[in-house]
């Protein structure tokens, strides 16, 4: 069982603390902490991990407004490889979320950084020599702020998605999408029936709205409408087609016309049906 807590400045604990992190950070190098060196240390946060009465694990904390460095990382020899470091910093990361602290950061040796990327810490910069080794500056943001998001940040998410997404696989046409809106009118020059498509990223379609007024049903508005957009789409090399629709829409009509069902979401809206469907082109 491992427990961990904050010790008090030279304190007996801490005294224990800086002599397991001597002998796992310094000794090796033949180095030691100067007196100096620990009494720049009154003013931070000295954590300790215990097994039963002995101090297993120790870290320190140094608070710079709404960040804080974590540093003094060291677990007694015979216990590394059992995961007790990760808890240590799990601990010190719910402390610094507790006082406000948004993000950690650190300075890892060659040797840690792999431990401290499966603690999801990232590196930043180049390595530079510290205490005659290499290090590197590694952090993790710990509390994040939420906001509304604005238009234009709504337009950057879309932009960033659509980076990832090509570079997973590059899309095949020149534009993220081509719409593909076509509608009837009648003599006043209302819409009767239409329909909204796009062709996006890798020549897919998706029938995003087919629409037709109920005096105007039964005609076959729907069908030619449904089959402009296809024949267009497969024109520029579109092989698929897919849409969404309701049970209470137009399910039926999509199956008459060679759609499969690919997917159903239930109670959506509750007590209804929504359905996915496809079409090879």
């Not at 020549?203 to 087919?210: C, D, F, N």
């Not at 897919?242 to 509750?270: M, S, W």
């Amino acid at each position: 069982m491992i427990t961990f807590k904050i010790i008090s400045f030279k304190s007996p604990e801490h005294e224990k603390a800086v002599s397991l992190r001597e002998e796992i950070l310094r000794k090796p190098l033949g180095l030691a902490f100067s007196t100096e060196e620990l009494e720049c240390e009154k003013d931070h946060i000295h954590i300790a991990g215990f097994q039963d009465e002995e101090i297993i694990a120790t870290a320190v904390l140094v608070i710079e407004g709404k960040k804080a460095k974590m540093q003094r990382v060291a677990v007694k020899m015979a216990m590394q490889g059992q995961g007790i470091g990760s808890k240590m910093i799990v601990f010190c990361e719910e402390y610094g979320k507790k006082y406000g602290i948004t993000s950690l950061y650190c300075y890892a040796r060659e040797s840690t950084v792999n431990f401290y990327l499966k603690n999801n810490y990232i590196p930043e910069g180049t390595y530079f020599n510290e205490d005659t080794i290499p290090h590197i500056k590694m952090s993790k943001i710990i509390t994040f702020d939420l906001f509304k998001s604005t238009q234009e940040e709504q337009e950057a998410l879309d932009y960033k998605l659509g980076d990832f997404n090509t570079a997973q696989v590059p899309q095949t046409q020149e534009h993220h999408t081509i719409p593909f809106s076509y509608c009837f009118k009648n003599d006043d020059g209302k819409v009767i029936a239409g329909i909204n498509a796009e062709l996006y990223l890798w020549h897919v379609l998706y029938i995003a709205i087919l629409f037709i007024g109920k005096d105007h049903r039964h005609q076959n508005l729907g069908s030619f409408l449904l089959r402009k957009v296809e024949e267009e789409a497969k024109a520029m090399g579109s092989k698929l087609v897919h849409t969404d629709t309701y049970d209470f829409q137009a399910k039926d009509f999509y199956l008459k016309h060679g759609y499969d069902i690919f997917g159903v979401l239930d109670d959506c809206p509750e007590g209804h049906k929504r359905y996915y469907l496809k079409k090879k082109l």
